[in-house]
């Protein structure tokens, strides 16, 4: 049986050679590697792509392909926005990401035999993936559900508890260039719109992580398991202080670390002191259920990375905004400053007693904005060199963020503090944009 199905499968490969069309680069044939991938259920997920028989592909090359139930593999493909010819893909097993690579056929502008050579490429290097044989070997494989196909429902599966999902139209590219990898860097992403204990919404802060977080997958180039996510319920003043523990203890020597904070901040009215809210965050009893702006640049310091970048959307003056104050207190006229930690860079939305406000189109703040679009877009790349510092970022924001919150009667002057042994000029945040 296993000679006859190895048969079949070189004739099918030299068809699949063949079919890499003259005018488009031949991807080299599937081979026999029905002996690592048997023991495995696969499940193709295609996001903004299709049409590239990767089904199909992967069966030939000896994998059983599932699309109802559960899978032990998950194969999610997409088209990056930008790198004409190129795919990417990741591979999910046990729960985790496993795997990531990113597949390229010159003579893209060939559609049919463009797609049929990105098929036969993903199927190879999936198949082929180191990975896959330690997965294998698992004796308690976590199987996961498979995705449903538009207009029909998945099979139901066992869950563990929920995750935060994502708020509709924010797609997992976002839209943003895709990076090089930054494997060593971690991050901490935290979007609170909606409080227990507070009325005033902190409208857009959840698209803004989410957002971020796709821009930490695909531009800033961090593995997937290596950010955390913490969405309105899921960000209580216990989860943030969980997920500080975990970036201490996981971030590696000479790492990076990127904390990003998207909702309403509070001053103590007796002293000034910032602090960010949490989910249950209230503003008549900061110093027990808020945190201290200074001590999660603390704690970012504390790690073991080289250093660390916090970009704060949140404002601390108690004049309305991302920023609130308990009933009947007066806004305050100064707002002490966190002082700088070694090591560690802070972008902030606003300076002072000013207010960082939503963007025009309310769907976000003002602030991570243009975050997203200088870095993201590779608008703030200024010498077109394919990289951008943190220098670069903050002198394309700032202006910007001023401008159009002028249109709307009000200062917002975006703030970056950077502590010793960090430059914002030699500090990159993005590399392999592609130079200009």
């Known amino acids: 049986m296993r000679r006859t199905a190895l048969a079949l499968l070189a004739g099918a490969a ?55 139930g559960t899978a032990d593999v998950i194969v999610r493909v997409f088209r990056p926005v930008t790198n004409a010819g190129t795919i990417e893909f990741m591979l999910r097993a046990d729960g985790r990401l496993i795997d ?46 498979v995705p449903a196909v538009p207009g029909q429902q998945a099979a139901p599966v066992p869950a563990p508890a929920p995750a935060p999902q994502p708020s509709a139209g924010v797609a997992s590219t976002a839209g943003f260039i895709v990076g090089s990898p930054q494997r060593n860097a971690y991050a901490l992403v935290v979007g609170i719109e909606r409080y227990r204990d507070i009325s005033v919404a902190a409208t857009g802060a959840r698209a803004d992580a989410e957002r971020f977080a796709a821009l930490a997958r ?15 319920d899921h960000a209580a003043r216990s989860d943030l202080e969980k997920h500080l523990v975990w970036l201490k203890g996981n971030v590696p020597q000479d790492g990076r670390v990127y904390f990003f ?30 945190i ?19 970009v704060v959307d949140a404002c601390f003056s108690g004049a309305g905004g ?19 930690v070694a090591r560690v860079a802070l972008f902030s939305a606003a300076s002072g007693p000013e207010i960082a406000g939503p963007a025009a189109d309310g769907k976000g703040g003002l602030f991570s904005k243009y975050v997203l679009e200088g870095l993201g877009r590779a608008q703030a790349d200024y010498d077109g060199d394919g990289t951008i510092n943190l220098g670069e970022l903050a002198d394309w924001v700032k202006p910007r963020v001023s401008r159009e919150a002028k249109k709307d009667s009000r200062d917002q002057t975006p703030s970056l503090v950077v502590g010793s042994g960090a430059a914002a000029a030699s500090l990159v945040v993005a590399s392999g944009l592609g130079a200009k």
């Open 322 to 340: 991302r920023s609130v104050l308990p009933p009947g207190a007066r806004p305050l006229v100064r707002v002490k400053d966190a002082a700088p």
């Open 100 to 145: 990531e690579q990113t597949i390229h056929c010159r003579l893209y502008y060939d559609e049919g035999g463009w797609r049929e050579c990105l098929g036969t490429k993903i199927a190879i290097a999936v198949v082929t993936s180191d990975k896959l044989a330690e997965i294998a070997k698992l004796p308690n494989r976590k199987p996961m559900p």
């Open 14 to 68: 030299s068809l699949l050679a063949g079919a890499c069309s003259s005018s488009a680069e031949k991807a080299p044939p599937l081979t026999p590697v029905d002996a690592r991938v048997a023991p495995l259920t696969f499940a193709v997920v295609e996001e903004s792509f299709s049409a590239v028989g990767l089904e199909e592909k992967l069966e030939l090359a000896g994998a059983r392909v599932a699309k109802s």
């Open 292 to 310: 201290e702006l200074a001590a999660v640049i603390k704690a970012l310091g504390e790690t073991r990375a080289r250093d660390a970048v916090a």
């Open 218 to 232: 695909t531009t800033l180039g961090i593995p997937e398991d290596n950010i955390k996510l913490a969405l309105d």
């Open 261 to 290: 904070f998207s909702g309403h901040g509070a001053p103590d009215a007796s002293n000034g002191t910032s602090y960010l809210l949490p989910y249950d965050g209230d503003p008549k009893m900061l110093s027990t259920t808020g």
